[in-house]
T-cell receptor, first 115, second 114 residues
Framework: EPEVTQTPSHQVTQMGQEVILRCVPISNHLYFYWYRQILGQKVEFLVSFYNNEISEKSEIFDDQFSVERPDGSNFTLKIRSTKLEDSAMYFC?????????????FGPGTRLLVL | AQSVSQHNHHVILSEAASLELGCNYSYGGTVNLFWYVQYPGQHLQLLLKYFSGDPLVKGIKGFEAEFIKSKFSFNLRKPSVQWSDTAEYFCAVNAASGTYKYIFGTGTRLKVLA
């Protein structure tokens, strides 16, 4: 069964550094998402991406964040200058765009720790 | 504001006990409803989903959920839990159009004692 994959599984970085989190969505999916989960809190929507552009972003997704689909298979989340509060589990998800329900399939997550 | 509430944050049950996890939502318009499970060290997996039709939906591993529109609820049930059901359970909602972003509940951590 096709799966969403994410790399790295863990990332430790210093405050102010840039990080890039990578995701390979399911190949025939059209909708792509990033979510994050701060320890002990709920999973929060960050951004959705469709047709090579951001279709919606949350208030969390400020100018420090960007997303890209550089080569038709990878989907990346970049945090330009990390802050302590960016420490979280980041989940990538993709959906088929069937128009009904739009079930999303999640990757295993990248645990980001900002020191 | 759009929100999903899961009232049980931690649940401990013995094997063979029945399970019901509550989920209530506040969301304007037509919604789709989902339950996901996250086993320790694994990613979120879809248990079941409701789009329309029969409000009682059956999912994998013997789970089912009932959509009660008048109560804005989508509670998850299993008649007899197993030790392997130990996991975290998330209720999620999205709109039936637009970007389909999910709004998640806070999750319920279930521990089943052997």
């Amino acid at each position: 069964e096709p799966e969403v994959t994410q790399t790295p599984s863990h990332q430790v970085t210093q405050m102010g550094q840039e990080v890039i989190l990578r995701c390979v969505p399911i190949s025939n999916h059209l909708y792509f998402y990033w979510y994050r989960q701060i320890l002990g809190q709920k999973v929060e929507f960050l951004v959705s991406f469709y047709n090579n552009e951001i279709s919606e972003k949350s208030e969390i997704f400020d100018d420090q964040f960007s997303v890209e689909r550089p080569d038709g298979s990878n989907f990346t989340l970049k945090i330009r200058s990390t802050k302590l509060e960016d420490s979280a589990m980041y989940f990538c998800a993709s959906g088929g765009g069937a128009g009904v329900g739009e079930t999303q399939y999640f990757g295993p997550g990248t645990r980001l720790l900002v020191l | 504001a759009q929100s999903v509430s899961q009232h049980n944050h931690h649940v401990i049950l013995s094997e063979a006990a029945s399970l019901e996890l509550g989920c209530n939502y506040s969301y304007g318009g037509t919604v789709n409803l989902f339950w996901y499970v996250q086993y320790p060290g694994q990613h979120l997996q879809l248990l079941l989903k409701y789009f329309s039709g029969d409000p009682l939906v059956k999912g994998i591993k013997g789970f089912e959920a009932e959509f009660i529109k008048s109560k804005f609820s989508f509670n998850l049930r299993k008649p007899s839990v197993q030790w392997s059901d130990t996991a975290e359970y998330f209720c999620a909602v999205n709109a039936a159009s637009g970007t389909y972003k999910y709004i998640f509940g806070t999750g319920t951590r279930l521990k089943v004692l052997a």
